[in-house]
């Protein structure tokens, strides 16, 4: 990992932040009161963020994604420190310690997974993190500074490294991720914070059966979820997904709450000379417009996937970017959760600003449904 050069610099502006804290983490439910963080501090952007423990009410989880430059084929990878209770599309049967891996092949074959870890450590550096679950074979780590992630699994019927170099600065919900004093929160009491909001993604995994995966030059993405109350507790429906179209880096989401307000996060960044430059990152319902193609808001239970999404974002001076999302591949949920679930990928995604357009796009959508 390329974490040297960039790591000294870090050291040099912010000496006091390199200091290494470890997280133990058994696989059994905490007894006990667990609180959430939503608000931002000094602590590791990417570390822990519930304390002391998880108990039966709570959930938190380090999820990776990566598709390739035609949107057909990707990778998900998410490490659980969640019990079933917290999150009901787990395994009922397991502890809270697990990693879940989601396979989409270019020919629409899908392959996932549940590892079940003994305990796990998590360590954080800077503001990055680092995750071993002994006995899943799933492990990750970063540079401090969060430039760049390494994933990678070693289990009986997979192995192989996800490797994430981003291109776009970390965020919280509702503002930048390096100020303090900023919202985390997703949704009613659901905490969310994007370390990696677009990446240049590699990935190379190979299967017990022979069969393989590989690809360069995807788009890539990491974040965390978390929460002290039920993920399903908290909202009625949701949309969440993360672009890339020309020179900018997208990531939204809408959570109609059940609290009957609807969360928004919108971000927007450029990418121009080799320079990153971050046009939109707030939560604010007038920034952003997420409208489902061929499907209501909210989504419900019967009617399932909508065909894309149009999506729009005011980006000050510069404008509106509309962002067109079509041609939407099953990469995981539908009928196997009964549609409370779906997540796809997409290589059909176009976007304009101004008169600038740009049609060689790619996404990885979700789509949470719970209303009848």
């Keep these: 990992m390329l974490c040297r050069a960039a790591a000294a610099a870090f050291v040099f502006l912010f000496p006091g932040l390199l200091l290494a804290d470890e997280y133990s983490f058994s696989n059994n439910v905490y007894v006990g009161p667990s609180a959430s963080q939503l608000v931002s501090d000094d602590s590791a952007f990417d570390g822990p963020k519930i304390s002391p423990g998880v108990n039966a009410s709570s959930y938190q989880w380090w999820y990776f994604d990566a598709v390739s430059s035609d949107g057909l084929t990707s990778v998900v990878l998410t490490f659980f420190t969640t019990p079933p209770s917290a999150f009901p599309l787990l395994d ?99 905490g969310w914070s994007n370390a990696v909001p677009d990446a240049d993604a590699d990935a190379a995994f190979t299967f017990s059966d022979g069969s393989e995966l590989a690809f360069s030059g995807g788009s890539g993405y990491h974040d965390m979820n978390w929460g002290n109350s039920p993920w399903l507790d908290n909202m009625l429906a949701a949309y969440w997904g993360h672009a890339r179209s020309g020179p900018f880096s997208i990531v939204w989401s809408l959570v109609l709450g059940r609290d009957g307000r609807n969360y928004t996060t919108s971000y927007v960044s450029k990418m121009e000379d080799g320079e990153a430059t971050t046009l939109l990152t707030e939560c604010s319902l007038t920034a952003t417009v997420v409208s489902p193609v061929g499907g209501p808001f909210p989504p419900t239970l019967s009617t399932g996937a909508p065909q894309g999404f149009d999506l729009a974002f005011d980006v000050g001076d510069e404008g509106t970017l509309h962002v067109q999302i079509r041609a939407l591949n099953v990469a995981a949920g539908g009928a196997s959760t009964n549609n409370v679930y779906f997540r796809w990928t997409s290589g059909a995604v176009t976007s304009t600003l101004g008169d600038d357009g740009f049609d060689d796009g790619v996404a990885v959508l979700e789509q949470f449904a719970l209303l009848p």
């Design 92 to 190: 009922a049967t397991k502890g809270p310690l697990n990693v879940y891996y989601w396979i989409r092949f270019a020919n629409g074959t899908r392959v996932s997974h549940e590892l079940n870890a003994s305990s796990a450590l998590i360590t954080t550096d800077g503001d990055g993190s680092a995750g071993t679950f002994y006995g899943a074979g799933g492990a990750w780590s970063s540079c401090p500074a969060m430039q760049s992630y390494t994933v990678e699994l070693d289990a009986l019927d997979i192995q192989g490294t996800l490797t994430l170099t981003s291109i776009a600065a970390p965020h919280y919900a509702c503002g930048p991720g390096d100020a303090a004093n900023q919202s985390m929160r997703f949704g009613p009491n659901i």
